[in-house]
């Protein structure tokens, strides 16, 4: 390949300065001598132009090979049925093929999943771009992609002058059935319904008959109701405050393709609007501000407190136009707004005429009906007028001997059950610096669990469950001395949160309760929390619906733990006898199942642009061919590669123009002829 170019022996604009000089001797030569003028001009001609150093470059050039690309789509949804043999068969086939076709390199590239393929899909595009943009434009060929169509990066540009190929796995009949959230709250208050809706989608239309299920934690189901435009619709009432993982699921269609989107995973949060607490003291004592500190540092807590100075019963005969006290709303806060409080606490309250027996009927009722009753207990309890004396007293889970033990200061220990209680076994501090109290009320006939004690063995805190309900005893006054730091003090304010929250129903705070929760990496670990020490088998059941037994090992307070890979996303769940939990890994509805089946669809309009072509690998692989820069790129049983014949120059020579002896010898039989003809 030879091309023309200049050298100029001078700067170029100390040529032009020459080149207009003998111009303007030139004129003034033909202006007066104009006989010999255009072998002179000739001459000077000559010379001017060889001080351009003309020359004549020959470079020595090689062949290029195009460059083609390959794509291979790994992502989730190209592991459902046989689509990873048929992407395997595919790729072995091409590389036959291409192997021996001349002149072209080919690059074959894997689309793995990026660790946030649950929520972005399969970037095929992106990959593509990436790749095209390392490769020389006179040398991109094209680029064949093995994918099942399901490419979630649409919105990427593609700047490309090759075609793009689509070969696609899965089948033409892929049946699918999957959910449709249409409204999905992640918040609602405690004790407050939460409306969940959805539509059954098979094969991309919607199935008003389907039937739809919502799995709750405990493992029951609530089927869901039809309602307008074919969608479904059921309610959820948070019973705690915390996150709940909801499962909603269908029966799958027979021979789909793939069953994880017959599932969808829903976080709630359930929220308190606000806990109220009514909190009745029978009489004035020195622990009476410690219960009410207590419960008005915390925000969302609405606490009514009474403390009865005066009982009915109190003969002093002052005036009632001389009372400065409240009259106690016994009928109102005891039988019309009863049902309005989250929790009853009576400190230190004895048996008197403010509260009738009926009363105590009431409050029985609220407490198996899912209440909560939390009593503190005072020396009146080991006497004649003590709460267990009244209707009210079946459901206490100690009654007093009549005994009040406050010789001898003692220390709070935990209970062989308390240390694997919640409630006490995450107390702060040891239980052996803990300050001492002076008084505990004796008690017998113990029908709850005593989680905390005295270093003599006598219980000082029992809980029980009743029905629905839960209730609480404290067997001594004395807390106040914590709260003071009275030999040292102890974690007063824990202790009451944390029996506040267990009688609250608190997820954390449960003594029997089976978790799943994400560990280090792809894991999860599966905690059990009992009372019990025996070691209990887990059955865990994983994504693609296989099951595996585990048996935990103890750790601490109260809880046995085991830990699992999880590198599947998707729903986890566990189940042990009558306890379940439910979690997730990445995203609970990875978008890549959102719809499996095989399409031609999404990607149709981005490759006509390229002018390549969609083929379906079930009708056979096409034939490989090169085409012209301008020819089709595909036709009947065959898909093309452009053919760039692209170059590249390994060498080059430069020689001159004219050599420098003729030049010379040009310009002096040019004057010569000048001179002859002026002598004429």
Wanted: charged share 25%; proline share 6%; glycine share 8%.
């Amino acid at each position: 390949m030879n091309t023309l170019t200049f050298d100029p022996v001078l700067p170029l604009p100390v040529l032009l300065l020459l080149g207009v000089i003998l111009l303007a001797i030139g004129i003034w030569s033909y202006l007066r001598f104009p006989r010999g003028m255009w072998f002179r001009a000739a001459a000077c001609l000559l010379v001017w132009i060889s001080l351009f150093n003309p020359q004549i470059i020959q470079k020595e050039t090689q062949d290029l090979n195009d460059i083609a690309l390959v794509l291979v789509d790994r992502s989730s949804s190209q592991t459902l049925q046989d689509r990873t043999d048929q992407t395997d068969q595919t790729l072995a086939a091409l590389k036959s093929k291409l192997a021996d076709t001349p002149n072209l390199e080919v690059r074959y590239l894997d689309i793995t999943p990026d660790g946030k393929e649950d929520k972005r899909g399969t970037r095929a595009l992106g990959t593509l771009q990436q790749a095209i943009s390392g490769i020389d434009p006179d040398r991109y060929a094209g680029a064949i992609l093995i994918t099942d169509g399901q490419v979630h990066d649409l919105e990427q540009k593609i700047d490309t002058n090759g075609p793009l190929h689509v070969l696609l796995t899965g089948h033409k009949d892929d049946q699918d059935r999957r959910l449709k959230i249409v409204d999905a709250p992640h918040y609602g208050l405690v004790n407050h319904p939460l409306t969940i809706r959805a539509h059954v989608l098979d094969n991309g239309k919607i199935n008003p008959a389907a039937p739809l299920r919502l799995i709750l934690p405990d493992g029951s189901k609530t089927p869901f109701r039809a309602v307008e435009n074919g969608a479904f619709e059921a309610q959820y009432t948070p019973k705690h405050a915390g996150d709940t993982v909801l499962v909603i699921e269908t029966d799958p269609l027979p021979g789909e393709i793939s069953l994880s989107n017959n599932v969808y995973a829903l976080n709630v949060n359930g929220v308190h609007d606000r806990l109220r607490v009514l909190l009745v003291s029978g009489q004035p004592h020195q622990g009476q501000r410690t219960w009410r500190n207590i419960l008005r540092s915390d925000p969302a807590v609405d606490l009514v407190h009474f403390t009865i100075l005066r009982p009915s019963e109190k003969e002093d005969f002052t005036p009632l136009n001389e009372l400065s006290l409240i009259a106690f709303p016994v009928r109102e806060l005891f039988e019309e707004k009863l049902d309005d409080f989250d929790l009853i606490i009576f400190d230190r309250y004895y048996k008197h005429n403010v509260l009738s027996e009926s009363y105590f009927d009431n409050i029985k009722e609220y407490v198996k009906n899912g209440g909560a009753l939390l009593v503190s207990a005072g020396p009146d309890f080991a006497g004649p007028r003590s709460l267990a004396h009244t209707r009210l007293g079946d459901l206490l889970p100690a009654r007093p001997s009549g005994q009040v033990l406050e010789d001898t200061p003692y220390r709070i220990t935990r209970s062989q059950t308390g240390a694997r209680h919640p409630i006490s076994a995450n107390l702060s501090g040891d239980e052996n610096k803990w300050g001492r109290w002076v008084r505990v009320i004796d008690t017998t006939d113990i029908t709850g669990k005593t989680i905390l004690q005295s270093d003599k063995g006598n219980p000082l805190l029992v809980v029980n469950r009743i029905d629905d309900g839960r209730i609480a005893m404290l067997l001594s006054d004395q807390m106040w001395m914590w709260a003071r730091g009275f030999d040292g003090g102890g974690p007063h304010a824990d202790l009451v949160r944390h029996v506040v929250h267990w009688l609250m129903k608190e997820p954390d705070l449960e003594e029997e309760r089976l978790i799943l929760q994400k560990g280090d990496q792809a894991s999860l670990d599966i905690i059990r929390q009992s009372l019990s020490p025996d070691r209990p088998t887990v059955t865990v059941t994983r994504p693609d619906g296989s099951s595996q037994d585990i048996t935990l090992r103890p750790i601490a307070k109260g809880r046995s733990q085991a830990t699992i890979e999880a590198a599947t996303p998707g729903i986890y769940r566990a189940q042990t006898g009558e306890y379940s939990a439910v979690t997730t890994v990445g995203s609970p509805n990875p978008k890549e199942f959102i719809d499996p089946r095989a399409s031609a669809l999404p990607l149709q309009e981005i490759v006509a642009q390229t002018g390549g072509d969609i083929r379906w690998i079930d009708d056979g692989l096409p034939r490989v061919r090169r085409t012209g820069a301008e020819a089709s790129s595909f036709g009947s049983g065959w898909i093309g590669l452009k053919q760039n014949n692209a170059k590249a120059v390994i060498g080059s020579q430069h020689t001159a123009l004219l050599p420098v002896w003729l030049i010379f010898l040009l310009a002096l039989g040019l004057w010569l002829a000048g001179w002859w003809r002026e002598s004429r």
